[in-house]
T-cell receptor, first 114, second 116 residues
Framework: KQEVTQIPAALSVPEGENLVLNCSFTDSAIYNLQWFRQDPGKGLTSLLL?????REQTSGRLNASLDKSSGRSTLYIAASQPGDSATYLCAVKPGGTGANNLFFGTGTRLTVIP | GAGVSQTPSNKVTEKGKYVELRCDPI?????LYWYRQSLGQGPEFLIY????????DSGLPNDRFFAVRPEGSVSTLKIQRTERGDSAVYLC??????????????FGPGTRLTVL
């Protein structure tokens, strides 16, 4: 069974810093990897989706990379802002016809201090 | 148009009662997923629909849980004889194609279920 781990569990940084969130997964046979943002008491907002054939995706101040062979992804946030404070979740969709769902990590809770 | 919507946003019930949670997917999305998220954890898969049929219900924890999608759009998750351990946020997601595509899953705001 695919297992997804996110490190660190929590991170606190001053405003303006660049930061990296880490995600690792045990089975490299994936279709894609998604990064989500979750605000307290809210649902999930999709940030970036990286297909298995891609190495990275960028959206604004966010850049996600994927190293499928080593089972790792990173989410880079540039010039962090207090509004970036949230929990960030990564999720993988396994390869193979039998896989119908996403496997999630437990998230990294980010606090950006003004 | 609108994103995935879920009702109610909060549901408090007593142990042993029956509850129904509703999900309205994005219009035109054929794939619909239910997940459950416990406090401090990532979402865990419950069931997946492609059209009207439950293509994969391997994540349902036991036979007290059941879901339907009779017309291929709105879905209802039904929980019988609720237990305190069922307390969690139930999330619904939809995507425009089936599971063997790269399409993103878009999530609703969730229903927070509390079983007293």
């Amino acid at each position: 069974k695919q297992e997804v781990t996110q490190i660190p569990a929590a991170l606190s940084v001053p405003e303006g810093e660049n930061l990296v969130l880490n995600c690792s997964f045990t089975d490299s046979a994936i279709y894609n990897l998604q990064w989500f943002r979750q605000d307290p008491g809210k649902g999930l907002t999709s940030l970036l989706l990286i297909q298995s054939s891609q190495r990275e995706q960028t959206s604004g101040r966010l850049n996600a990379s994927l190293d499928k062979s080593s089972g790792r992804s990173t989410l880079y946030i540039a010039a962090s802002q207090p509004g970036d404070s949230a929990t960030y979740l990564c999720a993988v969709k396994p390869g193979g016809t039998g896989a119908n769902n996403l496997f999630f990590g437990t998230g990294t809770r980010l606090t950006v201090i003004p | 148009g609108a994103g995935v919507s879920q009702t109610p946003s909060n549901k408090v019930t007593e142990k042993g009662k029956y509850v129904e949670l509703r999900c309205d997917p994005i219009s035109g999305h054929t794939a619909l997923y239910w997940y459950r998220q416990s406090l401090g954890q990532g979402p865990e898969f419950l069931i997946y629909f492609q059209g009207t049929g439950a293509a994969d219900d391997s994540g349902l924890p036991n036979d007290r849980f059941f879901a339907v999608r009779p017309e291929g759009s709105v879905s209802t998750l039904k929980i019988q004889r609720t237990e305190r351990g069922d307390s969690a946020v139930y999330l619904c997601a939809s995507s425009s194609r089936g599971p063997t595509s790269y399409n993103e899953q878009f999530f609703g705001p969730g229903t927070r279920l509390t079983v007293l």
